[in-house]
Structure formats: structure tokens, C-alpha cells
């Protein structure tokens, strides 16, 4: 439920919420794109295209996920471009709260997509997807299960 502050306009209202969306997608598309580029060196270097298929198919998928994760990221950039001054911030703020969560779960894929493409490099291919299945539950515990848990313990406050 949402609920209004009694100091706050609706317009106010959404002006703060379109400011908090842009400082998390910030820190979001900063790591997004220092991965990105990482993922992109990979397929240059030697030793990799002496890599396995698994390796390969990881790394195609890794790679696109984390190209969309940035596409998602910077979305609202060029939404907000096209939109400015036409009075729909409102719509504005929720397609962006939407594309943020989508290039969370994307940019999950891709941390543990890299995570998998490491340590199958130094570990054997059963301990390496192991590790990434506790470091996937890990991001699910504090980006889902906290969160959740804060909000089920915490009073409700304005927005």
C-alpha cells in the first residue's frame, strides 16, 4: 500500500521517487558496465578459445545478459528524454521501477554467469556451480529475503 506524506504533493511525491530510481540505477549502471566490459576482453584472450563448449555457451550467455542488463539500465535515460515535459512522470517512475528490477534479475545472471566462467577456470566444474548456487542464494537472500523480512517487521511509512 503507498501511501502520501501530508507535507508532500503528489508531484513532490514523484519527483522523489524518480530521484531515489536514478541514485540506485547510477550505482547499477556503473557496475553493469565495468562487467560488460570485462566480459568483452574475455573472448579475446588466447587461453579462452582453447575453452570447452560449456565454457563458450556460458560466456555467450553471460555476455548477452549483461548487454541487457545495461539496456535496461540506461532505458529510463532515453525514456526520460522522449517524455520530458509531458506531464507523465507518473508513468515515467513506474516503467522505471520496472526496468530497474528487470536489470537486477539480469544483472544477476550475469555476476553468476562470471562468477562460473572464474572459478571454472581454478576449481573442478561441480565445485565451481556449487559455489555459484551458494553465491546465487546469497544475492537472493539480500535482494529478496531481507528485504521482505525489513518489510514484514518494520512498521509501515510513508513513501
Known amino acids: 500500500m503507498t501511501y502520501v506524506r501530508d507535507d508532500e504533493s503528489s508531484g513532490e511525491r514523484l519527483d522523489r521517487h524518480w530521484n531515489e530510481l536514478l541514485q540506485e540505477l547510477r550505482l547499477a549502471q556503473t557496475g553493469t558496465q565495468i562487467l560488460f566490459a570485462f566480459l568483452l576482453g574475455i573472448a579475446f584472450q588466447n587461453q579462452f578459445h582453447s575453452a570447452d563448449a560449456f565454457t563458450h555457451a556460458v560466456y555467450a550467455g553471460t555476455l548477452v545478459a549483461c548487454a541487457l542488463a545495461a539496456a535496461f539500465f540506461l532505458a529510463p535515460v532515453a525514456l526520460h528524454r522522449v517524455l520530458y515535459g509531458r506531464g507523465l512522470r507518473d508513468r515515467l517512475v513506474t516503467v522505471t521501477d520496472r526496468l530497474a528490477r528487470g536489470g537486477m534479475t539480469l544483472l544477476l545472471a550475469s555476476m553468476s554467469g562470471g562468477v562460473l566462467i572464474a572459478l571454472d577456470v581454478v576449481l573442478p566444474r561441480p565445485a565451481a556451480g556449487a559455489m555459484v548456487g ?21 512498521p509501515e511509512k510513508p513513501n
Request: hydrophobic letters at 65%; charged letters at 10%; a positive charge.
Open 134 to 154: 551458494g553465491v546465487l542464494i546469497v544475492f537472493l537472500a539480500l535482494w529478496l529475503a531481507l528485504p521482505a523480512y525489513v518489510r514484514h517487521k518494520g
